[in-house]
């Protein structure tokens, strides 16, 4: 536990920090593709490795992250940026997406079980 809170921490002060006092945004610039990729670790039995990969242009937000929901899982998401605000500044991205265990998938492929009782398949 106390490798997790000393790599969370640390974590933080090297990639949070910069962000505060870093400078702001030419806003009247054309939107390009913005990507971002992280990884948290998880010093643990068994050692869980969690990337997070998201890219945004203008309102989109697009995420994809791996062992984030459940070890060995697959997940996608799609959003939308609300931002804005004077004095009160605000950024909220609510998400829509789903799931996939690598179990799962490779269940499916293998036994065409689903073949076997699906009305629309004509194999």
């Known amino acids: 536990m106390k490798k ?9 002060i090297i990639f ?11 806003t009247t610039a054309v939107t390009e593709w913005e990507f971002s990729a992280e990884a948290d670790l998880y010093f643990t039995d068994p050692f869980i490795f969690l990337p997070i ?6 309102k989109l937000h697009l995420e994809a992250r791996y062992n984030y929901e459940d070890l060995k899982t697959f997940s996608g998401w799609i959003g ?17 997406g789903g799931v996939v265990s690598t179990e799962a998938i490779w269940n499916c492929t293998t036994c065409y079980a689903c073949q076997e009782v699906c009305p629309v398949w004509d194999g």
């Open 16 to 26: 949070f920090v910069p962000s505060i006092y870093s400078q702001e945004e030419d």
């Open 80 to 96: 939308y940026n609300f931002y804005g605000g004077e004095e009160f500044e605000y950024f909220i991205t609510p998400m829509i």
């Open 53 to 58: 990969f998201s890219a945004n242009r203008e």
């Open 4 to 12: 997790i809170f000393k790599f969370s921490a640390l974590y933080f």
